[in-house]
C-alpha cells in the first residue's frame, strides 16, 4: 500500500503539477516564445497528464504497481536526460532574464525530478520486496 500511495504522490507532481506550473507567462503564455514551441510544450504537458490518469487506472485498478512506476519513472528519467543532455541541444533551465527557480541551491525542476524519481525507485524497492523478489 505505501509504494501506491508513493506512487500516487509522484503521478500527481508531474500530471497535475507541472501542468499548474507551466501554465503561465513563463511558458506556455511566454511571449518570445514561437508559436511552435508553446504547441511542442502544451502537446508534452497534456501526454504526461494522461500517462499519469493511465498510471492512476493501472495503478489502482489493474493493481499494475510495477507498470505504473515504470511508467511514471519514463516521464520523470525522460527530464533527468533532457537535463543532462541540454548542452547538445542548447537547452536550460534559466529564464530569459537570466534568473532561475531554485531550492537548496539546485534547479526548482531538476530537485523535483530527482525527488520524484528517487520515490518512484523506493516504490519499485518496496514492491518487489514485498513480492519477495529482492
Not at 509504494?3 to 503561465?24: A, D, K, M, Q, W
Not at 493511465?54 to 527530464?79: C, E, H, N, P
Not at 520524484?116 to 523478489?133: D, P
Amino acid at each position: 500500500m505505501i509504494s501506491r500511495l508513493l506512487i500516487t504522490i509522484c503521478i500527481l507532481f508531474y500530471s497535475v503539477g507541472s501542468p499548474i506550473t507551466e501554465f503561465n507567462s513563463t511558458h506556455v503564455f511566454n511571449p518570445d516564445w514561437t508559436p511552435h514551441v508553446r504547441i511542442h510544450e502544451v502537446w508534452q504537458l497534456l501526454t504526461n497528464s494522461c500517462i499519469g490518469l493511465i498510471g492512476l487506472w493501472l495503478l489502482w485498478v489493474k493493481r499494475q504497481v510495477l507498470l505504473s512506476a515504470l511508467l511514471s519513472l519514463s516521464v520523470m528519467g525522460s527530464f533527468l536526460v533532457a537535463y543532462a543532455t541540454k548542452r547538445l541541444y542548447g537547452g536550460s533551465m534559466k529564464f530569459l532574464d537570466g534568473s532561475e527557480n531554485l531550492i537548496f541551491g539546485l534547479n526548482f525542476g531538476l530537485f523535483i525530478a530527482c525527488s520524484v524519481s528517487a520515490l518512484l525507485l523506493i516504490a519499485i524497492f518496496l514492491e518487489l520486496r514485498n513480492r519477495k523478489i529482492v
